[in-house]
């Protein structure tokens, strides 16, 4: 089945302790996107990519980094992860032209 | 600046009760709506969604929402609701002047009784 997929699905790091987080998609669409979501709150869109266009919020914090080497793959870097950071973090893809989103199942990172 | 508001935050309903989950947004332009579901532990999956036409909109699990577009409004409704619909609901809205993102409100947590 056509799906997005991220891995690993559990993540723990150290404080301080660069991380990356996968996400890889079989639906071949041209927009990701990564969100963090926090207990009990709405998921928070950090960046997102329309093909090789990165498209950073103005609140995401210069820590998260992003790559995008092909249409299937889509990383998300922490540089230095603070306990504040410690979240779900999920990936997503549309088109361009439906608007409609696909989500992962998520990493839900842990910092120590 | 584009917002969405969900004013129920926590729900609680025993089985066969009616649901409707409000939500409302602000922005002058035109949307795309939508309504997410995350089922503790699992990803979010699309309960249905409006891009035009008929303002009634049906959704999986015997889900609707209504645009009402003069109140900025999409509220869900669901007749009579089941214990498997314990859940956080999210609605998104997108606008259509292609900048592709969502903005999300805020949840609402749902729980049925059995």
């Known amino acids: 089945d056509a799906m997005v997929i991220q891995n690993p699905r559990y993540q723990v790091t150290q404080f301080g302790k660069p991380v990356t987080l996968s996400c890889s998609q079989t639906?071949?669409?041209?927009?990701m996107y990564w969100y963090q979501q926090k207990s009990s709150q709405a998921p928070k869109l950090l960046f997102h990519?329309?093909?090789?266009?990165?498209?950073n919020e103005a609140d995401t914090p210069d820590n998260f980094q992003s790559r995008r080497p092909n249409t299937s793959f889509c990383f998300l870097d922490i540089r230095s992860p603070g306990l504040g950071d410690a979240a779900m973090y999920l990936c997503?893809?549309?088109?361009?032209?439906?608007?409609?989103?696909?989500f992962g199942p998520g990493t839900r990172l842990t910092v120590l | 600046a584009q917002s969405v508001s969900q004013h129920n935050h926590h729900v609680i309903l025993s089985e066969a009760a009616s649901l409707e989950l409000g939500c409302n947004y602000s922005y002058g332009g035109t949307v795309n709506l939508f309504w997410y579901v995350q089922y503790p532990g699992q990803h979010l999956q699309l309960l249905l969604k409006?891009?035009?036409?008929?303002?009634l909109v049906k959704g999986i699990k015997g889900f609707e929402a209504e645009f009402i577009k003069s109140k900025f409004s999409f509220n869900l409704r669901k007749p009579s609701v089941q214990w498997s619909d314990t859940a956080e609901y999210f609605c998104?809205?997108?606008?259509?002047?292609?900048?592709?993102?969502?903005?999300f409100g805020t949840g609402t947590r749902l729980k049925v009784l059995a």
């Open positions: 997503a893809t549309s088109t361009h032209t439906s608007g409609r989103q696909y």
């Open positions: 998104a809205v997108s606008t259509t002047s292609g900048t592709y993102k969502y903005i």
């Open positions: 990519y329309y093909d090789k266009d990165f498209n």
């Open positions: 409006y891009f035009s036409g008929d303002p």
């Open positions: 639906l071949n669409h041209n927009v």
